[in-house]
């Protein structure tokens, strides 16, 4: 589950929680408060009807038959004889000195905690919660909610209690009252937790959003960080073994080219010293003619020793291609390889092409000159072509020709050996195509359109 369901869930729980422990305490609060109330109002009319009829409590020991029938009056006629099922008049002792039910004048109970308070000047209230006190077994027929007061008498001029009524009041309007105070509160609580529940769901909602939107980011940049730890591991790994083989090619060209050198110029170098050896040289005896010739000997084999040592050179030393664009670079590869080897090349290039850097113009001109190179020299020159384009951004250059094809991978020589390190060095692919139908080499290097 997402945070904020989580949150939704639980908070729900525990606000719902909170409202009931809240609404039990605030529904308790209004209880008591309505109780307290009407039982105060209550009792202040009682006492405002009956307090004129009783005599002085403090000395009179019961009450005389002329005050029974002036209460039996009181509170059997009119609307308070309506609401009042029971009436009660007590003394400190116990003894009750007035009732409705006349059989419990001048009996003596033991005083309850109702009626203990009472007498310590509280007005004390319970509504429908008849105790088990065998004076009020008559209130217990009564089928209706009852409210139950106990109200301390005071004595007038020193407001000293002397005697506390008990009068139980038909409760139909208070229990009305009392469930419309509840209500109120249990719905005021309850949309207080609801609104309080929706602020926050909606707060935490949103942030558990963010956090969502900002995970899968993260989760997002942590893939493409992965993937580029693992393309870097990998091109590490091409690196370095591009580094071994490229160490290993520059020992075979300088094998190569310590080999030339030695069975070139260097066998013509040393039969020319040789021949300044020559005994035609040194004797005096010898004919101009003689020596002569064997001056021009010596002076052909120094200049084919040159010749192959230009030729060596030429082969090492590129033109200066760093100014030039790629289309020029790739014109002057095919027309240095036309004044070679005095044959023809297919030039096949678009309107423009990208500029690129040093490092790939170099390796475009090695790889268009070793191609023609190999289509000379294996392919005997069929059918030679060069194209050029761009496609899905990636330079794309070919070298074709028609011969009779060899097996890639296990006929490649130094040349496409040290050519595809090359290429694979500064990023790019290398492919080798070939067949009975002719060779195709394509190389594909990373570039940015330039507008």
Not at 185 to 202: D, F, I, K, Q
Not at 424 to 434: A, D, K, R, V
Request: glycine share 8%; with cysteine.
């Amino acid at each position: 589950m997402s945070l904020a369901l989580q949150f939704f869930i639980a908070g729900g729980i525990g606000l719902l929680l909170v409202m009931l422990v809240v609404g039990l305490w605030v529904t308790s609060q209004i209880r008591e408060g309505v109780m307290r109330n009407s039982a105060a109002t209550t009792a202040l009319y009682v006492d405002s009807v009956i307090a004129p009829l009783l005599p002085d409590m403090r000395t009179s020991r019961e009450l005389s038959d002329t005050v029974k029938r002036a209460l039996d009056e009181t509170l059997g006629q009119g609307a308070l004889g309506k609401r009042l099922v029971s009436f009660k008049l007590w003394r400190r002792d116990g003894m009750i000195l007035y009732a409705k039910d006349t059989a419990l004048i001048g009996k003596q109970f033991e005083p309850n905690a109702n009626l203990v308070a009472a007498f310590g000047g509280n007005v004390v209230a319970e509504y429908n919660d008849l105790d088990d006190d065998p004076e009020s077994h008559e209130e217990k027929r009564v089928n209706a909610p009852l409210f139950e007061i106990y109200n301390p008498v005071r004595e007038p001029w020193s407001g000293e209690v002397v005697a506390v009524s008990e009068f139980y009041e038909i409760a139909d309007d208070f229990q009305t009252t009392l469930n419309a105070a509840l209500w109120s509160s249990w719905l005021v609580v309850a949309g207080a937790t609801a609104t309080a529940l929706a602020l926050l769901s909606g707060i935490v909602f949103r942030g558990s959003h963010t956090i969502q939107t900002q995970r899968a980011a993260l989760e997002a940049k942590i893939s493409e960080l992965q993937a580029a730890l693992s393309q870097n591991s990998t091109l590490r790994q091409r690196v370095q073994r591009a580094s071994r083989r490229a160490t290993a090619i520059n020992e075979r060209y300088l094998r190569r080219i310590g080999a030339d050198l030695h069975d070139g110029p260097a066998q013509l170098v040393a039969l020319a010293a040789l021949r300044m050896d020559s005994p035609i040289l040194l004797d005096s005896g010898s004919s101009s003619e003689q020596r002569e010739a064997e001056i021009a000997g010596i002076h052909k084999t120094l200049g084919e020793a040159m010749r192959e040592i230009r030729g060596i050179c030429n082969g090492l030393v590129l033109p200066q291609i760093e100014t030039q664009a790629v289309i020029d670079i790739l014109r002057l590869a095919v027309s240095e390889h036309e004044r070679r080897t005095s044959s023809s090349v297919a030039l096949t290039l678009p309107a423009r092409l990208p500029e690129l850097g040093t490092s790939e113009k170099i390796s475009i001109y090695r790889f268009v000159q070793e191609g023609l190179n190999n289509a000379w020299r294996h392919g005997k020159g069929r059918n030679q072509a060069v194209k050029a384009g761009v496609k899905s951004g990636r330079l794309i250059v070919e070298v074709m020709d028609g011969g009779p094809g060899f097996e890639p991978g296990k006929s490649e020589g130094l040349g496409l050996a040290g050519l595809r390190e090359r290429i694979e060095s500064i990023g790019g692919q290398f492919e080798t195509l070939s067949g009975p139908q002719g060779t195709r080499l394509v190389i594909s290097l990373s570039v940015e359109e330039q507008p």
